[in-house]
């Protein structure tokens, strides 16, 4: 059971949940960029969300399925079709043995994920199967790599995910560290009251926010000795530039940090596009916690929440194969196709 790799987008990369405990080895989380969307593509499936995904960043590719498989479509929106019939996002599908996935630009966010039922297989790593690209353990996915794809216990496809709004910018809610008082009252309300947007610099290890006006110095910065490092630290450059800190972060370094995005809102961060509006907002500890118990609930009730995908009929080839006389509809109501 595989996928052959025909066609690929630069940077798209196998990944999962990440590697915790790591980082007295130099070696940080890694994992996917928007982990919501793992999620996602594991309700739709009916399967673990610890099992490895396709992460396509900024674009997708051409697929050959080499068995029938069953495929998810999560993340950033994709323009997507088997054998050129259009296929809804944030959905779940079959593809046949011998069809092709395309799988275009994105056009909201960055970050899209292939699904197929069983994950992907390959070369586990301190347990996980995750690339992580700027410390060297695994490449990205090459044209004519041919993807080994896991025992799919499962058979259902045809569900639906109504998609939330985290492709295009929005408030990252920030929690103090050790190094926020470094920062003078002033320069923290500035930062607050800044609109900033994604730069041009991002990557898997970090994403630049760029605004008018001075940058956000720290007192005394350049006596900072290094400290751990986590996904989420806001680092300031050198002239007082923030970069949000992404999976594939270092694990130390002396820049300063005004303050951490929380793990609720890494999505987020992670999905906004080049020249998006972005803010943050300081929030406590407690407002914290509570935020990430909420998007833990979330996830959690998102199998629940997959819904019957209606198709075009005239897009189903093995529509004769269906039961079409056990059940009855209203001639007289308004029936409504699910969004794509």
């Given at each position: ?252 370094g002396g820049y300063p940090r005004i303050g951490t995005v929380i793990p609720a809102d890494l999505p987020l961060a992670a999905q906004t596009p080049a020249g998006a509006s972005v803010r943050f907002g300081f929030v406590s500890l407690d407002e914290a916690a509570q935020a990430e118990a909420e998007a833990r609930a979330g996830l ?41």
């Amino acid at each position: 059971m595989s996928l052959i790799v025909r066609r690929i987008g630069p940077g798209c990369t196998l990944q999962d949940q990440g590697r915790s405990g790591c980082l007295d080895l130099g070696l940080s989380r890694g994992g996917a960029a928007d982990l919501r969307a793992v999620a996602e593509g594991a309700a739709l499936l009916r399967q673990g969300a610890d099992l490895a995904v396709l992460e396509m960043a900024g674009m997708g590719g051409e697929f050959e399925a080499q068995c029938d498989l069953r495929i998810a479509l999560t993340g950033a929106p994709m323009d997507a079709s088997i054998d050129g019939a259009k296929v809804a996002w944030n959905a779940s599908h079959l593809l046949p043995a011998g069809a092709r996935l395309t799988v275009g630009a994105a056009r909201q966010g960055v970050y899209g994920y292939l699904h197929v039922g069983g994950g992907f297989e390959g070369s586990t790593f301190l347990g996980s199967r995750s690339v992580h690209l700027a410390a060297g353990v695994g490449r990205a996915v090459a044209v004519g790599d041919d993807l080994p794809v896991g025992s799919d216990k499962g058979t259902e496809t045809g569900l639906f995910l109504p998609a939330d709004d985290r492709f295009s910018g929005g408030t990252l809610r920030v929690l103090e560290g050790f190094q926020t008082p470094l920062f003078a009252p002033e320069v923290r309300e500035r930062f607050v009251a800044t609109e900033f947007a994604r730069g041009p610099r991002a990557n898997r290890m970090g994403v630049q926010m760029v605004c008018d006006g001075a940058g956000f110095a720290a007192e005394g910065q350049l006596n900072i000795l290094s400290e751990i490092i986590v996904p989420g630290d806001i680092q300031m450059t050198g002239d007082g530039r923030p970069f949000v800190l992404m999976p594939e972060c270092q694990t130390t370094g002396g820049y300063p940090r005004i303050g951490t995005v929380i793990p609720a809102d890494l999505p987020l961060a992670a999905q906004t596009p080049a020249g998006a509006s972005v803010r943050f907002g300081f929030v406590s500890l407690d407002e914290a916690a509570q935020a990430e118990a909420e998007a833990r609930a979330g996830l959690a009730r998102l199998t629940a929440q997959a819904r019957p995908l209606v198709r075009d009929i005239a897009q189903i080839a093995d529509l004769l194969s269906y039961q079409l006389i056990s059940g009855a509809i209203s001639a007289h109501d308004d029936h409504t196709e699910e969004p794509t």
